[in-house]
Each structure stands twice: as C-alpha cells, then as structure tokens.
C-alpha cells in the first residue's frame, strides 16, 4: 500500500531533539502551517518556554522531557502524543551528539554515548513509530541524517559513524514497511553543514574551540525538507549543494579526499577566535543552555538550497537535472583539487 500522507496542516508531528537547532527550526515551521506538535528533549525548562511562545501564537504543542538513548522515554514520547492529540501522524527523529577529537582520544564510554543517542535513539523511535503508525493505517517516519553518513570528516569519528549507522538503520526499515505494504514512508534527510548550536553543544578535545566546515546553511531549510517528507514520499533528500558535491567527490575520488581532509580537515574545524557560548558547551550527557535555533559563532549562512528546491518538484525532473548539476561540480572540484597538487 503506497503512503498517503495528510497535508502538514492536519497532521500532529513528533519531534526528537527539538529544544534547538534542526529541531526547534522544524517546529516553529509546522505550527506556523497549522500543525499540532510533541517536542521531545532532555532540557525541561527550555522545552516549557519554547512550549509557551508557540502556544501564544495559538499553536498547538506538548512537550515531553525525555533523553532518548532510554527506550522508556521514547515510549514516554508516544504517549505524551496519544494523551495529547490522539496519537501523531509523522514522527521525526532529530536528537543528536557529537564530540570533535580524534579516534584515539575520544573515550569508550563516549563513543557508545554517542551510539546510545544517535543510533539507538533513532532505533528506539523508528520502532514506536513504526509500531503507532500502523495501527493508525501509515504516516511518515523521517530520520535527520547527515552527508557525513557519505562521506566521512576527521575529527568527528562517532558522530560519523553513527550517521552511517542510521543510513543502513532506515534503508533496512523502509524495505521492511513497504514488504508489509504498511503505508508508511520513511525519509532520510541529509543535511551539510547547517548554522545551528552543534559545535557549541558538542564535547570538544580539539585544542581550539570547534566549528563546522563551510558553507553553511540556514536551519530553516532543514526544517522545509522535514515537513516536505512529512506530506510527499521521498527516499532521501539532501539539503545544500555543497554537502552534496562533497559526497559525490568522496565518491569519486575517495583517495583523493582522503588526503585533501588529512591537510586541512582539522584546520577547517576549528575556530580559535570565535568559541560560541559557553553556557551551551559540552551537552553529551547533560542538557545545557538550549532554546537557540543558530549558534552563536559568527558565520556566513547560505538561507537558499537549490539542491532542495529540485528533489521538491515531481521526480522527473530534480534527477536529471541534479545528476547534470553533480556531474559538472564534481567535474570541475576534481580539477581544482588536482591543479593544487
């Protein structure tokens, strides 16, 4: 059974990690269309205001305090929903950790912290998801990925490797769904490197402050991709052309990448000048300050997509347009990195 999805306006959406960045962004996006929506994360007192504001524009939400590496409290989540609005048409899993360092210096216990939240959180609500939208007779999963889950960057090993992890995590679901011809559709975002509190927020064992590589892009196209899955089927959908290109470089000329991001990987992660705020620093096992969609650094920020804009149009079209697009990027990067040789 194909999905049918509702119009973002009737629906009730459910979002993890929705206290800042990707998540707050998508949230504000859905009540301004109409949408009733449970913002789930682990900072209470950021979530009741961000549950006050939305509320005073006569939005419809709920919020549920829930760390999501707990499979209790991604059940928690689903209730909140069901109590609230009779259950939830899209659920989207957003909530994420990271640290900056290398392999050898991130500590076990942080590597499987890492894991607990970005994987096995997604895991966790894939299943509730999966297990309430049924009974419902389908809806939308979304899972908010990375290109990172393409190609991966130095200094970020866990926080890639569960990007992979989450890849292989929805593929396998979607397959599962449509063999049991469940009506739900499962999207994967792929965003690159969006202005949002994550170098703030991430724990750092750099020797400067971190950020992310540019260009970076507004958060607000994150959320236009989220709630375009959330209505219109759609297998994966990047947000940001230059994320993209960089995937099918990797791709391409995978060696090639290797030694480009071992020259300057580390250098284009750090921020010695610009730290962001320190109240917002190291949330891997506690919440910290919250509530901010954009970080604080001061950055250059890309509030276009053209690369989005194309996978929105019917099928046809964004595929032959986009593999011309990538060819001749792809083309003419792979030229300027071997003339800098």
């Given amino acids: 059974m194909r999905a049918r999805l509702k119009p973002i306006r009737e629906q009730t959406i459910v979002i ?26 682990r900072n209470g007192e950021a979530l009741a205001s961000i549950r006050d504001e939305l509320r005073a524009k006569q939005g419809r939400a709920e919020i549920c305090i829930a760390d999501v590496s707990r ?10 929903a069901m109590a609230a609005f009779g259950g939830f048409d899209s659920w989207v899993n957003n909530a994420a950790t990271a640290t900056f360092g290398t392999i050898e210096q991130v500590s076990t216990a942080d590597h499987r912290r890492v894991f607990d939240v970005n994987y096995f959180g997604y895991l966790y609500g ?59 559709s499962v999207t994967l975002i792929k965003p690159g490197a969006i202005d ?9 064992l750099m020797d400067e402050p ?32 230059a994320g993209l290109l960089s995937s099918m470089i990797g791709r391409a000329a995978p060696r090639l990448t290797d030694l480009v991001m071992e020259v300057i ?40 997509s053209l690369t989005l804009a194309l996978q929105k149009l019917p099928r046809a079209v964004p595929l032959a347009a986009a593999g011309v697009i990538g060819a001749l990027g792809a083309r003419k990067a792979l030229s300027a990195l071997a003339r800098r040789r």
């Fill in 265 to 304: 990987g580390r250098m284009i992660q750090e921020k010695p000048s610009d730290p962001g705020d320190p109240a917002a620093r190291d949330n891997l096992y506690q919440a910290r300050k919250d509530g901010a969609v954009h970080g604080s650094q001061h950055v250059a920020v890309r509030r276009t």
């Fill in 126 to 184: 894939c299943r509730m998801a999966a297990r309430q939208l049924r009974a419902r007779g389908g809806g939308a999963i979304v899972n908010v990925g990375s290109i990172l889950g393409d190609r991966a960057i130095i200094d970020q090993g866990p926080y890639c490797a569960t990007k992979h992890a989450i890849q292989a995590l929805t593929d396998v679901l979607r397959m599962e769904l449509e063999r049991d011809r469940a009506g739900i």
């Fill in 196 to 204: 949002t509190p994550y170098p703030e927020h991430a724990r750092n």
């Fill in 71 to 80: 499979e209790d409290d991604v059940e928690r989540i689903g209730a909140t």
């Fill in 16 to 41: 993890t990690g929705a206290s800042s960045g990707n998540g707050l962004a998508t949230a504000h996006a859905a009540v301004e269309r109409g949408a009733a929506v449970v913002l789930a994360a």
């Fill in 210 to 241: 971190p950020r992310l590589p540019p260009p970076l892009y507004d958060p607000s196209l994150v959320a236009d991709a989220v709630l375009f899955a959330c209505e219109t089927p759609r297998r994966v959908l990047y947000v940001g052309g």
